[in-house]
């Protein structure tokens, strides 16, 4: 037997071992997560919601669809522990509020110029001093880890439970256009963030050991992602309206 069939049909020993099997993957998951979020999230708490993802996963596992199965636990594992962040509502309004105004002032920028909004431009734009926009890219770091996580689902989307709204021909077609369009957007980073995004999203690495590879504080190269994912959700809204127009 295949895929769905297959997991289905396992009897709850063999369900145990997948479990036990499967449990390094939940915490170096968790983990990982962690070093992104605030200190009010307590690893135990993400560990206990992926360990329900990884239940999930093995519910739901479809080998058609052309993953592995640690590549789909791994994704509702880390979904099932960034929905109980979410839950828990730790980010506040303000700060979601500001990230969008940063956003909004560098997507006006770009368009206005054609070229990579800096530092400077966006804290006139919004009126603000240097000091200032560097400490709301600083508040912005767990929105925008969210934000982060949330652009990387859509292209993991293809791999989740067999709805016929997610195989179907158009919107197949449109999370692959989405798809070239992040990662287009991505390469278009300026090259400070482009490096440290793929630092801290590819490689793993953490803030301190990227500001070590860079030779810049912690606190600077939180500041240079947070501005990166800024800047991908400007261009990405423009990607958007330009679709939904049908361009």
């Given at each position: 037997?295949?895929?769905?069939?297959?997991?289905?049909?396992?009897?709850?020993?063999?369900?145990e071992d997948?479990?036990?099997?499967?449990?390094?993957l939940?915490?170096?998951?968790?983990?990982?997560?962690?070093?992104?979020?605030?200190?009010?999230?307590?690893?135990?708490?993400?560990?206990?919601?992926?360990?329900?993802?990884l239940l999930?996963?093995i519910?739901?596992?479809d080998?058609?669809?052309g993953?592995?199965?640690?590549?789909?636990?791994?994704?509702?594992i880390?979904?099932?522990?960034?929905?109980?962040?979410?839950?828990?509502?730790?980010?506040?309004?303000?700060?979601?509020?500001?990230?969008r105004?940063?956003?909004?002032?560098?997507?006006?920028?770009?368009?206005?110029t054609?070229?990579?909004?800096?530092?400077?431009?966006?804290?006139?734009?919004?009126?603000?001093s240097?000091?200032?926009?560097?400490?709301?890219l600083?508040?912005?770091?767990?929105?925008r880890?969210l934000?982060?996580?949330?652009?990387?689902?859509?292209?993991?989307?293809?791999?989740y439970?067999?709805q016929?709204l997610k195989?179907?021909?158009l919107?197949?077609?449109?999370?692959?256009?989405?798809?070239?369009a992040l990662?287009?957007?991505?390469?278009?980073?300026?090259?400070?963030?482009?490096?440290v995004?793929?630092?801290?999203?590819?490689?793993?690495l953490?803030?301190?050991?990227?500001?070590?590879?860079?030779?810049?504080s912690e606190?600077?190269v939180?500041?240079i992602?947070?501005?990166?994912?800024?800047?991908?959700?400007?261009?990405?809204?423009?990607w958007?309206?330009?679709?939904?127009?049908?361009?």
């Amino acid at each position: 037997m295949k895929g769905a069939a297959m997991y289905a049909s396992v009897q709850s020993g063999e369900k145990e071992d997948l479990v036990l099997r499967h449990v390094p993957l939940v915490k170096r998951i968790a983990y990982h997560l962690l070093a992104k979020l605030p200190e009010t999230v307590l690893v135990e708490d993400l560990i206990q919601s992926g360990m329900i993802g990884l239940l999930d996963a093995i519910k739901h596992f479809d080998a058609s669809q052309g993953a592995s199965f640690d590549t789909y636990a791994g994704i509702r594992i880390r979904g099932a522990m960034l929905d109980e962040v979410r839950r828990s509502d730790w980010t506040p309004r303000s700060v979601h509020k500001k990230a969008r105004m940063v956003s909004d002032a560098i997507r006006h920028i770009e368009s206005k110029t054609g070229r990579d909004a800096n530092d400077g431009e966006v804290a006139e734009y919004l009126g603000i001093s240097a000091d200032e926009y560097g400490r709301i890219l600083q508040d912005t770091q767990c929105c925008r880890t969210l934000s982060v996580e949330e652009l990387s689902e859509e292209g993991d989307a293809a791999f989740y439970d067999n709805q016929p709204l997610k195989n179907d021909p158009l919107n197949r077609l449109s999370r692959e256009k989405f798809n070239q369009a992040l990662v287009e957007s991505i390469r278009s980073l300026p090259e400070r963030e482009q490096l440290v995004v793929s630092l801290y999203y590819v490689d793993e690495l953490n803030l301190r050991e990227i500001g070590q590879i860079l030779n810049i504080s912690e606190s600077r190269v939180s500041q240079i992602s947070s501005q990166a994912m800024l800047r991908l959700r400007a261009r990405l809204a423009d990607w958007r309206e330009g679709h939904d127009n049908g361009d």
